[in-house]
C-alpha cells in the first residue's frame, strides 16, 4: 500500500497501521541512514516556514538532503510575497508547481489545510498556530515505542501549558488513538481547551475522570494531575476505577512525563504571561525522586526555558535530547512515503473507522469564532468558504473543518421555506425545539440575529426570548 | 553558438534569434525534467535577493537544483555585509569569486548592471527596482508563444500599473523587439512613463496612436485603453487604421490581457495609494464575458491581490498559474546556456542591429536625475562614474546607462576651449544654436549653471535668458 | 595523523604544523577543484550565523557545495528558537544530533567554544562577539604564505581598528605562533586592547617596543605607529634595535599592510563612532607611494567602507579580493579534516609546547566581567560555571576561558579553613602578602566584599583596607 501524494495536516490522517508502518520504516532507515542518501535524488522540498523555528525546519531539511533530495527555503513572512498582500491558495499553487513536496509551519490555524487543498503536491503541517504539529507527535510517540516497545496501556502524564501548546493537542489525540492512558497535569489557568476534550471523549470512546488538584493525589509529584483520560483499550488497568484508588494506581509508576514550556507567544495578554510564570513550576530532581517517577521517560518537545532543569540533562529517563534526534529518520521515512520513493505494507487495518460528521457549507450565515483561523484572515476570505462538521445536535454544536475549534452558534432557520412548506423565513433559536426539527440537509445556522436578519429571517416566536 | 559567460541585465541583451532558441531549449528541457538533472552538478549559484521574493528565488533556486547544482543564498539587505556600508562592486567581486552564476534582485534601479560589471561570471537580473525583471518577460512570452506558437502580430492589452511595474516595462520592450501589437489600458494616474514611450517609438520603429480613454473604446471590455503602439511588422491589421475603426478591429479579438497589480511599495506617497486603489478595476467574470476577451490568455505575473478574481481560477483563458510554473524550465534553460553547459544554434539571426547612440561619459558636470538610480547611491558613486547614452540632440537627451532613466540636461559646453579655439570657457543652454555647433566628442553637460561655474565655465551671452 | 572530529574554536587550536599541513592540502585542492566534488557526499553541515555576514557565511557554504556536501542554515537570531529563550547547548545539542559539522557566527564572545563542547560533532568559530575569527585568520596567512612563501620573521602592519576587530586578535596571534614581527598602526583610540598585548608578551616571548606616534616614525607612510612586537624567531633583523634605527628598518620595507574597517557596531556610543570616523586615516594611492610601501601586499578582511580607497583595486599589490577568493578552498580543506575524510601527515611538530596555567573553577565568587561573554548571558548561567585560567599570580590576574578577557580580581581567602586548619572563614585582598600564601588548590576569588560575605566570610584585618 502507498501513501504517495498524500499529506499529513492533523495526526488523524494517518490511520493506527500506518503509524505502526511508517515506525518500522524509520526503524529500518536509521540503521542505515547512509544507504539512504539517493532515495530523493532529484526532488525538492520547499521549507516554508512563516514562524521562527530552528529544530523542525533544520530537521526537515537534514532529512531531504539526508535522503540525497534538494531544498528550497522560505522562512519569513517579512521577507516573501505574502507581504505583498497574497493568498495562502495562490502560494501553494506557485510553490506547488515549483517543488515535489511542501512542509509548512504558518501562524494561522488551518494554514496547512489550505495549502494541501491548492498545493497539488504533498504537504506537511510542520505547525500551523496553536492547532497541531503532527510531526513532533510522531517523533514523541516514536521515542516512547522504541523506548517501551507499545504505547497501547501506557500511562502518559502532560505536563505544563496544555491549552496553547499544539504538539501537545496532537499528542493527546495520538495516544487516545493508539490506546494510551493520559494524565493531565496542567499549569493551574493552562488547563486542556475543553473543545479537545470533547473530542477526546466523543470520537475516541474513552472516559474523563476529573480530580481536584492535589485533594485526590499527592502533594508532592503529580499534584497538578486534575483529569485522567481512561483509554477505553485497557480496561483492566484503570477504567472504572474509584477516585480513592488513584493514588495506589499512580504509585504503579508514569510511563512517560511529558514537560512542555509556556506558549508565551501565544498569550493572550503580557499579565498572562507573568502570572503563569509564577504558578509554573519545574521538573527537576527532586521532582523526579517521588517513587511514580522511578522508570518515567522524561520527554520535552523542546526548546525548553526553566521547566525543565539542566541537572536532569545526564540522568538516564532524559529522552528529549533523544526524542529531538529521532525527529530526522521519523521524517526522511515520512517524506519517502509521501513522495512514493518508498511503500510500506500495513500490518492490520485500524477496526474502528473515523466517525464521519455531517458537513455544513452554506458559505454564509456562520463564520469561524476563532480569530486565528486561517478562513477568517482578511486576505483568505476572499476564496475560502467557512465549512463545518456537525458534532452533536444537543446543544447543536459544529466544529470548523480548517482550525477544528468546536462552537455552539445561537440561531438557525430551515431552507425548505421557498418550498412554501413553510409560510415565512423563520428564524429559530439554536435551542428551541423547532429547531430540532430541521432536516439536516435544510439547516441554515446563523451567528446572530442581524445575520439572520439580513437574509431576510424574522425571528420565530418560539425562541426561547419570546416564550 | 554560445551564450556561456554572458549576463541577462535588461531583456535587450538578449537578441530575437536567442531568445527563440532559449524556447526551443525549454521544451526540451521541460519534456525531459529528469535527464537534465546533473548538468549543472557541481555548479554553485548564488541566489542575492535584497527585496522580498517567493516565487523568483524560488523558481531560480528549483530550476538549479533540478539541474542538479548547488545554491548559496542571501535573502535580506539587513542580514547581510551590505549593511555595513559595502559597495554592490565589492560585494559582486567577492561573490563572484566564490559562485558560478549570479542571480540578484536588488531595489536599485541599475544595480544588476554593476553586480555583472564586476563580479566576473554570470549576473541574472531578477529585478532591478521599477528597471526591469528579464526572466518575468521571458516566462510571459514563453506562455504566450505556447498558446498562439507566435509572438509577432498578436495584440497584447496591458493592464493596471503600467507607470512603477518594472514587468511591464520590460514586456514592453520584448513585445516590440519580436513585433506585437500593444495596447495600453493603465489605471489613471498609472500610465507608462515618457521615457519608456520614447524609447518604444524611436528605438522600435512602430507607431503610438493615443486615445481618449473610454471615449473611441467601447464603455466596458477595454475602456481604459488610452494608447496603441502599431509593430512596424503587421502592417496590414493594425497600421494607418483610423481611429474610427479602433472598436472594430478590438472586436476581433485580444491575444492577452496581461493585468498587473499595483506595485504599492514604490508608489511615492501613502495618498497615492490609497487613490489609486480606489481607480483600479478588478478583471473578473463579467469583463471577461466581452465579445474582445472571447479566446484572450488571461496573464499576470503574480503576486495578484484584488485586480484579478479568484473566480477566474478555473477558467481555461487563465494561465498564470501555468506562467508562473514555466518559471523553472525557463531558467533551467537560461542557466544551462550561461553556464555554457548547453549550446544553441540561433534559427536566425535578427535583420535590425541595435541603434547605437554615441556616449558621454566625463564623470562630471551631470548625474543621473533619478534618485532610484545606483549610479547615485551614498555607497557607489564612489567608483561608479555617471554614463550616458546620447538619444536626441534636439532637444538634447540623455540615457543613463544604469537605469535607463531619460532627461534632458540644461547647460552644455565645449571641451575646445583648451585648444585656443574658442576665447573664453562658456557654458551654453542646451536649447541654443551654439550649442548644436559643438562636436559631439567636445560636448560638456551640466545638469545647472553653478555646476557649470564650478568648472570654471562663464555664461554664454547666447542662452537664451540673456537674448 | 588526522584532525577528524576536533573543532576550531581559536586559532591556538591548530599547532605551526597543523596549520602548514592545512595549507600543503588547500594548494592541493584549489588545483583541482573539480575533483573535490563528492568527497562530502551525504554529510550535512549546519551554518549557523546569528550576526550579520555574507562574504563568510557565503564562503562556508560555497566549500561544502564544492565538496559535494549539503547545507542546512540559519541565520537571524529572530527567526530561531534562541527567540523563545532557549540556551546555546540544548541548540548545540539539537543541532549536533542532524548535522555532521556546525559553522557558527555569534554575537557572544565564546559562543562558539559552548557550541563545541556540548554538539558532540565538529564546530567552527565563524566570529564570537569581538574575540576571534580563526578561519578569517587561516585566509590572511594563506594569502601571505602564498605570496612570499613564508610567514617567519615577515614585518606585518595592522592598521586602523585593532580594539574591536576580532580579526585582528585572532591575526595577532596566529603572527606570533608564526614567529612574524607585528607592527601595530592603530587610528587613535582604537588601540590593541591590553589582555591581547598582555597575552602575546606572556605567551608567544616576543618583545614589545612601545614608540609615540609619528614621533619615532616618518610624518608619512607608518605615521600611527605605536608599538612593534619582535618574534624572537628572527633575533638578527628587529631584535633589540634601538629606537633611534626604526626608520631606517622600516624603510627596507614592510611585507604587509593589514588594514581594517572601524567595528562601529560594537562601538560604545554613537559618540565614538562619530569621533573615530574623523580620525581614520584612508588607505590610498598617495600612501603607497612611500617607500617602505613598495613591494607591500594591502590586506583587508572586508567589508570595507572608506578606509580603503577604490582607487587601489587594481593596484598589482591588492590582495582583498584574493584573500576572499581564496577562503573557499582554505574551507574545504578545513572541512574535509574535521570530517575526517582527508588526512594531512605533519611536516614536523612544533617544538614548543602551549603554557599550561592553573584552572580557577569553583563556580562560585567570581564571573567574568565581560558583558558581552558567554558565561554571564541570562539564558547560559543556568548551565555554564565560570572557569578561569590564572595567568598571573602578582597581581592576581584570571583569563575567561570562554571570551579569553583578562582581569584583576579582588578579594581571595582559601579553602583550608573547613579542615580546621584556619580558626574562621576569612577572606583577604588579592593583593596582601597572606593571598599569597593560599595554595592553588585552595584558592577562593571574590568579585567583591559582598560577594565573600554572601559566602560567610568575614575581612580579614590584614586586607589593605584595615591596615
Redesign the interface.
Known amino acids: 500500500m502507498t501513501l504517495a501524494s498524500r499529506s499529513l495536516v492533523t495526526i488523524d490522517d494517518l490511520s493506527n497501521g500506518e503509524i505502526e508502518a511508517l515506525f518500522s520504516l524509520t526503524d529500518e532507515m536509521s540503521g542505515s541512514m547512509?544507504e539512504q542518501?539517493g532515495l530523493c535524488?532529484?526532488k525538492?522540498m520547499?521549507s516554508l516556514?512563516f514562524e521562527?523555528?530552528?529544530?523542525t525546519?533544520?530537521?526537515f531539511?537534514?532529512a531531504m538532503?539526508?535522503l540525497?533530495g534538494?531544498?528550497?527555503?522560505?522562512?519569513?513572512t517579512?521577507?516573501?510575497?505574502?507581504?505583498?498582500?497574497?493568498?495562502l491558495?495562490?502560494?501553494a499553487?506557485?510553490?506547488g508547481?515549483?517543488?515535489d513536496i511542501i512542509v509548512i509551519r504558518h501562524p494561522w490555524e488551518g494554514a496547512a489545510k489550505v495549502v494541501a487543498d491548492y498545493a497539488g503536491v504533498p504537504v506537511i503541517n510542520a505547525g500551523d498556530g496553536g492547532h497541531q504539529h503532527p510531526t513532533q507527535t510522531l517523533c514523541d510517540l516514536y521515542t516512547i515505542k522504541k523506548e517501551r516497545q507499545t504505547i497501547k496501556g501506557l500511562k502518559i502524564a502532560l505536563w505544563g501549558d496544555l491549552k496553547y501548546g499544539r504538539t501537545v493537542h496532537s499528542l493527546i489525540f495520538a495516544l487516545a488513538k493508539l490506546e494510551a492512558n493520559i494524565l493531565f497535569c496542567p499549569t493551574p489557568g493552562l488547563e486542556v481547551p475543553e473543545h479537545v476534550i470533547k473530542k477526546l471523549t466523543t470520537e475516541y470512546g474513552g472516559e474523563l475522570e476529573k480530580y481536584e488538584a492535589s485533594a485526590q493525589t499527592s502533594e508532592k509529584g503529580l499534584s497538578s494531575l486534575d483529569a485522567i483520560y481512561i483509554t477505553p483499550g485497557s480496561p483492566h488497568q484503570l477504567a472504572m476505577m474509584p477516585n480513592v484508588s488513584i493514588q495506589v494506581e499512580l504509585k504503579r509508576g508514569v510511563d512517560a512525563l511529558y514537560v512542555t514550556?509556556p506558549q508565551k507567544?501565544r498569550f493572550a495578554t503580557a499579565e498572562e504571561g507573568q502570572e503563569v510564570e509564577e504558578r509554573y513550576s519545574t521538573v527537576d530532581k527532586k521532582l523526579l525522586k517521588e517513587k511514580e517517577f522511578k522508570r518515567t521517560l522524561i520527554m520535552h518537545p523542546?526548546?525548553?526555558?526553566?521547566e525543565l532543569a539542566?541537572e536532569l540533562?545526564a540522568d538516564p529517563r532524559s529522552m528529549y535530547?533523544k526524542q529531538?534526534?529521532l525527529?530526522?529518520p521519523i521524517r526522511m521515512a515520512l517524506i519517502s512515503l509521501l513522495l512514493g520513493v518508498k511503500e510500506i505494507s500495513i500490518p492490520h487495518e485500524d477496526s474502528s473507522p473515523r466517525t464521519d460528521y455531517p458537513l455544513y457549507k452554506r458559505g454564509f450565515g456562520v463564520k469561524c469564532p476563532n480569530p486565528r483561523c486561517v478562513s477568517v484572515q482578511e486576505s483568505e476570505v476572499?476564496?475560502i468558504k467557512p465549512e463545518f462538521k456537525i458534532v452533536n445536535s444537543k446543544p447543536l454544536t459544529l466544529r470548523c473543518v480548517y482550525c477544528e475549534h468546536g462552537f455552539e452558534p445561537k440561531y438557525v432557520a430551515s431552507s425548505e421555506w421557498h418550498e412554501g412548506t413553510l409560510a415565512e423565513k423563520k428564524y429559530h433559536s439554536a435551542q428551541s425545539h423547532w429547531a430540532r426539527k430541521i432536516k439536516p440537509e435544510n439547516l441554515i445556522i446563523f451567528d446572530s440575529e442581524s445575520e439572520a436578519e439580513a437574509h431576510g429571517f424574522k425571528p420565530s416566536h418560539y425562541t426561547p426570548e419570546h416564550r
Not at 78 to 87: H, M, Q, R, V
Request: aromatic content about 8%; some cysteine; glycine content about 6%.
Open positions: 547512509k542518501f535524488r532529484g525538492v520547499a516556514f521562527p523555528s530552528t529544530r525546519r533544520l530537521s531539511e537534514t538532503h539526508r540525497g534538494s531544498v528550497i527555503s522560505a522562512v519569513d517579512k521577507a516573501t510575497s505574502l507581504a505583498k498582500g497574497e493568498s491558495a495562490d502560494m499553487r506557485v510553490v508547481s515549483y517543488a514550556r507567544e523542546l526548546p525548553r526555558v526553566d539542566c540533562d535530547f529531538a534526534a525527529g530526522v476572499k476564496y
